[in-house]
């Protein structure tokens, strides 16, 4: 089975802090996606990356990057943490098609619930 | 880049056969359809694609007609557990070797005794 981990399921951090979110893969995916989850608004892509030490934004980027030095390894980070950015983080990865369908099958990880106070 | 529109919610009960519809009219040719499934608490996971006409697997059946403007998950004899979040997506435009998945707000169903 495709497993997504992500490092912590609960994470509670203060304003202005550095943010990492760790996630790690182990079926050898070359794309990996962050999203947030807020109650409402649904899944919103914020960053995804097709290889490794490559990235491209999402529709939501503003206030994060990422980082992925490793295939099996994509970081979310939170430069200066504010309070709107308390929500559900989710980490995906999918295989590579390489061409036509587009593989739209990802392997979710549990999330983390993120709380900046 | 293709939008997904879906309705908001929906009940039904159990031993029924439910169809959540959704429709997508700027589907792009080269689009495969797919649809998830998310329990509370929870990351989506992944039910059924398909490109035309009908795909069935263990979980569900999906049904797209010619236009492949629209398209209709069917649960056969759903139960309680069948009760979740449901997004119909599309594969939108393609980062060189991405897929850049996008999710739409989702039909939430709710499935009563």
């Known amino acids: 089975d495709v497993k997504v981990t992500q490092s912590s399921r609960y994470l509670v951090k203060r304003t202005g802090e550095k943010v990492f979110l760790e996630c790690v893969q182990d079926m050898d995916h070359e794309n990996m996606f962050w999203y947030r989850q807020d109650p409402g608004l649904g899944l919103r892509l914020i960053y995804f990356?097709?290889?490794?030490?490559?990235?491209e934004k999402g529709d939501i980027p503003e206030g994060y990057s990422v980082s992925r030095e490793k295939k099996e390894r994509f970081s979310l980070i939170l430069e200066s943490a504010s309070t709107n950015q308390t929500s559900m983080y989710l980490c995906?990865?999918?295989?590579?098609?390489?061409?036509?369908?587009?593989?739209?099958?990802?392997?979710f990880g549990q999330g983390t619930r993120l709380t900046v106070v | 880049l293709a939008k997904t529109t879906q309705p908001i919610s929906m009940d039904s009960y159990e031993g029924q056969e439910v169809n959540i519809t959704c429709s997508h009219n700027?589907?792009?040719?080269?689009?495969?359809i797919t649809w998830y499934q998310q329990f509370p608490s929870q990351g989506p996971r992944f039910i059924i694609q398909?490109?035309?006409t009908k795909v069935t697997n263990e979980v569900a059946s999906l049904f797209i007609p010619a236009d492949r403007k629209s398209s209709t998950l069917s649960l056969p004899r759903v139960s309680l557990s069948d009760t979740a979040v449901y997004y119909c997506l599309v594969a939108t435009r393609r980062y060189s070797s991405a897929s850049k998945i996008i999710f739409g707000s989702g039909t939430r169903l709710s499935i009563r005794p």
């Open positions: 700027n589907i792009a040719t080269n689009d495969y």
């Open positions: 990356s097709y290889d490794v030490k490559m990235k």
């Open positions: 398909g490109y035309k």
């Open positions: 995906a990865s999918s295989l590579w098609s390489s061409r036509p369908p587009m593989n739209t099958e990802a392997f």
